[in-house]
């Protein structure tokens, strides 16, 4: 396990997976001042969660966020379809400029695939274009010399993975400020344990249709995976609105009691004055911090949809990159290309 542990793996799990914890743990720390932990176990334990969360992200992201572009003609295509089009046409084949042709005549001598470079499209196409592309990321592979590759790979999915998390995050952080602003101009619901019970149907709701999903082959798994990622946007906002409508907030910053002034002044102990001040500081701060709630819920939302798409718009063009790096670095080595090598262990963007 630890052997096979590369770039990848923190680039594509632990990194967002991290990324989506810290900006979970973001609301909690704002409006109950408990921050992490910093002991080495716990960061440990926080490392074994981000690489698990990393995970469902990258399965769900890779699903609601496919690296297709739309051609002229309205289909969706991979990069490495389009990179081979009219350069007047599609302005994704202006990246190979005048490679494209010599690449397309180097792939027929070395696999017999014709991509056939600035010809119309059509449906054909398609499945030569895609065995073209697996074939000279192999070529890659067994001559070693996929490095960069990789990197664009490994940077386009940490791309894609930072923006799932950073809408995950926006979701949850208009449901809290929602909440916020529900509860200021209504009274509270009764008992507290209705968000929670609303949680847990939620949760339930998300078990059933897992099940469902898994019992019936005919659906497309990909698109399931989509609509569970939505789904799931949709439950965080829910969960924060629960949330900030059930959280004792203050609209005004409260004062301390003179009380507890009096009893600091008396205080003789300088280690006890220094706790006590210091304990009052935390306390004023977290008072502060709760009279701005909302405010602070929506900016933060604001930055995460801003940084979402940014994330979004980078994954995109390193999944270009990624395509256009394969086939120029195949076209520079392929001396002696093998064969008979049809697999791939990665995913074609």
């Not at 009764?190 to 082959?217: E, K, S």
């Not at 569970?228 to 906002?237: K, R």
């Not at 004062?255 to 220094?274: G, W």
């Amino acid at each position: 396990m630890i052997e096979r542990f590369n770039f990848y793996d923190i680039y594509g799990y632990v990194l967002p997976g991290a990324l989506l914890l810290g900006l979970f743990w973001w609301p909690i720390g704002l409006l109950t001042a408990t921050w992490p932990p910093t002991a080495l176990s716990s960061a440990v334990l926080a490392l074994v969660a981000a690489y698990i969360v990393g995970h469902i992200i990258d399965n769900l992201s890779s699903a609601a966020f496919p690296s297709t572009f739309r051609d002229k003609g309205g289909r969706k295509r991979v990069p490495s379809d389009l990179l081979f089009d009219k350069a007047q046409d599609e302005i994704l084949s202006q990246r190979l400029w005048d490679l494209k042709e010599p690449i397309a005549d180097q792939i027929k001598t070395d696999f017999g695939i014709n991509v056939q470079a600035n010809a119309d499209w059509n449906a054909n196409l398609k499945g030569s274009r895609s065995a073209a592309f697996l074939k000279c990321r192999n070529v890659l592979i067994r001559a070693k010399t996929a490095a960069y590759a990789e990197q664009q790979q490994g940077m386009y999915v940490l791309m894609r993975g930072c923006a799932a998390a950073f809408f995950l995050a926006f979701a949850l952080y208009i449901g809290i400020a929602v909440g916020g602003l529900y509860r200021y101009s209504s009274p509270p619901s009764p008992n507290p344990r209705l968000g929670l019970l609303a949680c847990v149907i939620v949760a339930l709701v998300f078990a059933f249709a897992a099940l469902a999903f898994q019992r019936r082959p005919s659906v497309d798994e990909r698109q399931a995976r989509a609509v569970v990622f939505w789904a799931a946007l949709g439950a965080l906002a829910f969960a924060g609105l629960i949330g900030g409508r059930q959280f004792q907030v203050t609209n005004s910053i409260i004062d301390v009691p003179p009380q507890l002034q009096q009893a600091l002044k008396e205080e003789k102990d300088p280690a006890k004055f220094a706790a006590g001040q210091n304990a009052l500081d935390r306390w004023r701060v977290k008072q502060q911090i709760q009279s701005h709630t909302i405010v602070l819920m929506l900016g933060s939302a604001a930055i995460a949809a801003v940084l979402a798409a940014l994330c979004l718009a980078a994954y995109r063009a390193f999944a270009v990159n990624f395509a256009v790096t394969v086939y120029r670095d195949y076209y520079r080595s392929s001396t002696d290309p093998p064969q008979d090598d049809t697999t791939t262990d990665g995913d074609q963007p």
